[in-house]
């Protein structure tokens, strides 16, 4: 099975970059769709990017222009890169992978976005 370990979150100041790293088990050509969903406290689990094996990047509307979503695959990693930190960015953040057809999730790694 695929596993995925989320890293590079932290307590983190607004209007600041960050970069977020999903470090996959295989060699990510194997994973259909890679993905990174992000939940705050007490609210539900919401998607905010992906990427396709051959496709372009996709966004969730209250992302879009702010978000990059990219692939390393000599590092079977996926990035996903955050400009201009707004409070409302703080969430765990989840790598999710569809392999085979069956979804594969990371543990997490939790931004903490504040003053």
């Known amino acids: 099975q695929v596993q995925l370990v989320e890293s590079g979150g932290g307590l983190v100041q607004p209007g600041g970059p960050l970069r977020l790293s999903c470090a996959a088990s295989i060699s990510i050509f194997s994973i259909d769709v890679m993905s990174w969903y992000r939940q705050a406290p007490g609210k539900e689990r919401e998607w905010v990017a992906s990427v396709e094996t051959a496709g372009t990047p996709n966004y969730a509307d209250s992302v879009k222009g702010r978000f990059t979503i990219s692939r390393d695959n000599a590092e079977n990693t996926v990035h996903l890169e955050i400009n201009s930190l707004k409070r409302e960015d703080t969430a765990v953040y989840y790598c999710?992978?569809?392999?085979?057809?069956?979804?594969?999730w990371g543990k997490g790694t939790l931004v903490t976005v504040s003053l």
């Open positions: 999710k992978a569809i392999y085979h057809g069956w979804p594969y």
